[in-house]
């Protein structure tokens, strides 16, 4: 009963009163994939209320909004987002639901990498055409980036919420010393691969910073995003590739098409090394519910199918 | 020349898997085309095609991305929907066209609801545009059984079909076959639209099967010779697709079947009986 009356007089609170009231509650945060999610739920601790739209094993390049995410949105007051074109369906999201959040870009401050050329997908106009710019949009693929998109939401916080900026900032300081420690981690475990084993094989180009920061050599017969088909020519090229360059293992990962890959495998008579997490997280019991625990998991498929075979 | 035209199937497993499949599926899916366009169900394939999406949604929601569930879920879903609407139309006064299109919006959107469910839809684009490039072993023999049952289900019952497209009225009044006949042929459309979403994916599989039979229309107005020329026609469409899209960087699946459109808007014009020379023969007629 008394949760009811405090509820329908915080309820009179928000539709009476400007912002400044809204403090003692918590912060409504939506963020636009599961990884963001997990780096807004570090930072943010119980003094916001989640939302992601994209949830585990989904894929934000074609996710298709519902009524409730547009809700959701509307009543947001911070919405965290990838930028760079990463998230397709937003900007209709935004516009549907006439929300008056801020948007944040988290990738505001990182250094952005050109998609992947270089590879085998110079010729593909049309995959590379809907990123803008022709920018890789993962940049949370590499722990350094990952820093910055912390930073990014703390930042973020304490302009919606002044009263918890000290909380933000203290979480925010104690994650990104976790996230420099997994770094160590990823190094030291790329250390262990000869370099010469170094280049492996992906069904999506999700890997341009890892590969960037962490000097492995990612091959994909898809282009830069899941949208986009792949051709006979980038499989024949790929093809190609990896009888001339030696792949030492080949992955799928936990949302694309794994048929195409395990063709190339048969073909190329590399093993299937196990499922790569790039674009999402797992759910809460698979091997990657958190980011820290997805890029560990992902350094140690790679290094146990590489130094396995 | 060997370089632009043979190379490819020679150096890579993958194109010659994809040539193999798209090749029996054109071998079974052709000649069906004919017999829907003759019926005048050329949309038929269409509505077919999105008809199947809830049988494969629920078996890839069951069992992920499994050729054999998504077949059964799909050829379930397919047998359905014709059956309804076949039998919509044979024992009411509605037309086949009205309850087609009743079933299969029907079908369609408890398809999109079932994919929904599973949270994104990457997968529903997987299952409606499938990639020729990535055919198993096992989506090869789906597609090989496929087509012998096609051709087999064919010569036995050609006769009757032929009968059937021609003037139903009369085979009914002949022979019993009729109304059996209508609902397998409605059985051969659907198993080469599941055995098509392996390949092409359901949206583009219709183009294997209607586009060749519509362009061989317009070079034949007998029953045999315009089956044997919509099969050639879906064969060279998929050889011409399969290189276009090795030399040009383009998706296979479109490819292949803006081959067949090629084809198709060349016979209109230049076909025995397209404008050109039924132009020509009418001018003819008036000089004389």
Same mark, same amino acid.
């Given at each position: 009963?008394?949760?009811?009356?405090? =509820?329908?007089?915080?309820?009179?609170?928000?539709?009476?009163?400007?912002?400044?009231?809204?403090?003692?509650?918590?912060?409504?945060?939506?963020?636009?994939?599961?990884?963001?999610?997990?780096?807004?739920?570090?930072?943010?601790?119980?003094?916001?209320?989640?939302?992601?739209?994209?949830?585990?094993?989904?894929? @934000?390049?074609?996710?298709?909004?519902?009524?409730?995410?547009?809700?959701?949105?509307?009543?947001?007051?911070?919405?965290?987002?990838?930028?760079?074109?990463?998230?397709?369906?937003?900007?209709?999201?935004?516009?549907?639901?006439?929300?008056?959040?801020?948007?944040?870009?988290?990738?505001?401050?990182?250094?952005? =990498?050109?998609?992947?050329?270089?590879?085998?997908?110079?010729?593909?106009?049309?995959?590379?055409?809907?990123?803008?710019?022709?920018?890789?949009?993962?940049?949370?693929?590499?722990?350094?980036?990952?820093?910055?998109?912390?930073?990014?939401? @703390?930042?973020?916080?304490?302009?919606?919420?002044?009263?918890?900026?000290?909380?933000?900032? @203290?979480?925010?300081?104690?994650?990104?010393?976790?996230?420099?420690?997994?770094?160590?981690?990823?190094?030291?475990?790329?250390?262990?691969?000869?370099?010469?084993?170094?280049?492996?094989?992906?069904?999506?180009? @999700?890997?341009?910073?890892?590969?960037?920061?962490?000097?492995?050599?990612?091959?994909?017969?898809?282009?830069?995003?899941?949208?986009?088909?792949?051709?006979?020519?980038?499989?024949?090229?790929?093809?190609?590739?990896?009888?001339?360059?030696?792949?030492?293992?080949?992955?799928?990962?936990?949302?694309?098409?794994?048929?195409?890959?395990?063709?190339?495998?048969?073909?190329?008579?590399?093993?299937?090394?196990?499922?790569?997490?790039?674009?999402?997280?797992?759910?809460?019991? $698979?091997?990657?519910?958190?980011?820290?625990?997805?890029?560990?998991?992902?350094?140690?498929?790679?290094? $146990?199918?590489?130094?396995?075979? | 020349?060997?370089?632009?035209?043979?190379?490819?199937?020679?150096?890579?497993?993958?194109? *010659?898997?994809?040539?193999?499949?798209?090749?029996?599926?054109?071998?079974?899916?052709?000649?069906?085309?004919?017999?829907?366009?003759?019926?005048?169900? &050329?949309?038929?394939?269409?509505?077919?095609?999105?008809?199947?999406?809830?049988?494969?949604?629920?078996?890839?929601?069951?069992?992920?991305?499994?050729?054999?569930?998504?077949?059964?879920?799909?050829?379930?879903?397919?047998?359905?929907?014709?059956?309804?609407?076949?039998?919509?139309?044979?024992?009411?006064? *509605?037309?086949?066209?009205?309850?087609?299109?009743?079933?299969?919006?029907?079908?369609?959107?408890?398809?999109?609801?079932?994919?929904?469910?599973?949270?994104?839809?990457?997968?529903?684009? *997987?299952?409606?545009?499938?990639?020729?490039?990535?055919?198993?072993?096992?989506?090869?023999?789906?597609?090989?059984?496929?087509?012998?049952?096609?051709?087999?289900?064919?010569?036995?019952?050609?006769?009757?079909?032929?009968?059937?497209?021609?003037?139903?009225?009369?085979?009914?009044?002949?022979?019993?076959?009729?109304?059996?006949?209508?609902?397998?042929?409605?059985?051969?459309?659907?198993?080469?639209?599941?055995?098509?979403? *392996?390949?092409?994916?359901?949206?583009?599989?219709?183009?294997?099967?209607?586009?060749?039979?519509?362009?061989?229309?317009?070079?034949?107005?007998?029953?045999?010779?315009?089956?044997?020329?919509?099969?050639?026609?879906?064969?060279?469409?998929?050889?011409?697709?399969?290189?276009?899209?090795?030399?040009?960087?383009?998706?296979?699946?479109?490819?292949?079947?803006? &081959?067949?459109?090629?084809?198709?808007?060349?016979?209109?014009?230049?076909?025995?009986?397209?404008?050109?020379?039924?132009?020509?023969?009418?001018?003819?007629?008036?000089?004389?």
């Amino acid at each position: 009963m008394h949760r009811l009356i405090a =509820l329908a007089s915080v309820l009179t609170v928000i539709t009476l009163t400007s912002t400044a009231a809204i403090s003692a509650q918590p912060l409504k945060v939506v963020a636009s994939f599961s990884i963001i999610g997990d780096f807004a739920k570090n930072v943010g601790g119980d003094r916001i209320e989640l939302t992601t739209l994209v949830g585990p094993d989904g894929d @934000a390049h074609v996710y298709e909004p519902s009524p409730a995410d547009a809700v959701t949105m509307s009543k947001a007051d911070v919405v965290l987002v990838n930028g760079l074109q990463y998230e397709g369906f937003l900007q209709r999201l935004v516009d549907a639901s006439a929300t008056k959040a801020s948007i944040v870009e988290l990738t505001n401050g990182i250094d952005p =990498l050109d998609m992947a050329v270089g590879h085998e997908h110079e010729g593909n106009g049309a995959a590379v055409n809907h990123h803008q710019g022709g920018l890789d949009p993962h940049a949370f693929q590499s722990v350094a980036n990952a820093k910055v998109y912390v930073g990014n939401i @703390a930042g973020a916080f304490c302009a919606a919420d002044a009263a918890g900026c000290d909380v933000y900032k @203290a979480n925010a300081e104690r994650y990104t010393a976790e996230l420099g420690a997994a770094e160590a981690y990823i190094e030291a475990s790329v250390e262990a691969i000869p370099a010469d084993q170094r280049t492996i094989i992906t069904s999506h180009d @999700a890997f341009g910073y890892f590969e960037n920061a962490y000097g492995l050599t990612f091959l994909a017969p898809e282009g830069i995003s899941t949208e986009a088909e792949a051709s006979a020519a980038d499989v024949a090229a790929l093809i190609r590739q990896v009888r001339e360059e030696k792949a030492s293992a080949i992955f799928v990962e936990n949302i694309t098409n794994p048929r195409l890959i395990e063709q190339i495998a048969a073909e190329t008579g590399v093993t299937v090394g196990g499922t790569l997490y790039s674009d999402a997280l797992s759910k809460a019991g $698979g091997p990657a519910p958190t980011y820290i625990d997805m890029m560990k998991n992902n350094i140690g498929t790679i290094r $146990g199918a590489i130094l396995g075979s | 020349m060997y370089d632009l035209l043979i190379a490819p199937f020679v150096e890579f497993g993958f194109m *010659q898997r994809a040539l193999a499949g798209s090749l029996l599926l054109a071998l079974g899916a052709c000649p069906v085309g004919v017999f829907l366009m003759l019926r005048r169900m &050329s949309l038929t394939g269409d509505a077919m095609a999105h008809a199947i999406l809830p049988g494969a949604a629920a078996g890839f929601l069951l069992y992920g991305l499994q050729i054999v569930p998504m077949t059964i879920g799909g050829l379930v879903a397919g047998i359905i929907v014709a059956l309804g609407a076949g039998a919509v139309s044979r024992f009411t006064v *509605q037309r086949e066209d009205a309850s087609m299109a009743a079933f299969y919006l029907i079908s369609l959107a408890l398809g999109v609801l079932i994919v929904s469910l599973r949270g994104s839809s990457v997968d529903l684009m *997987q299952v409606l545009f499938g990639t020729v490039l990535a055919l198993n072993d096992d989506a090869l023999t789906l597609i090989a059984l496929i087509s012998g049952v096609t051709l087999l289900t064919l010569a036995v019952f050609w006769r009757a079909l032929v009968a059937e497209c021609l003037d139903p009225l009369f085979l009914r009044s002949v022979s019993r076959l009729g109304t059996p006949v209508h609902f397998i042929f409605l059985g051969l459309v659907v198993l080469n639209l599941v055995g098509g979403f *392996q390949a092409l994916g359901t949206l583009l599989s219709v183009g294997l099967m209607m586009l060749p039979a519509a362009a061989a229309r317009f070079w034949t107005a007998r029953v045999e010779p315009m089956c044997m020329l919509a099969f050639a026609f879906g064969a060279v469409s998929c050889v011409a697709g399969l290189l276009i899209s090795y030399h040009g960087s383009l998706p296979s699946g479109p490819a292949i079947i803006l &081959s067949a459109g090629t084809i198709y808007a060349a016979s209109i014009f230049f076909g025995t009986r397209g404008i050109f020379n039924t132009k020509l023969r009418h001018h003819r007629h008036r000089t004389a």
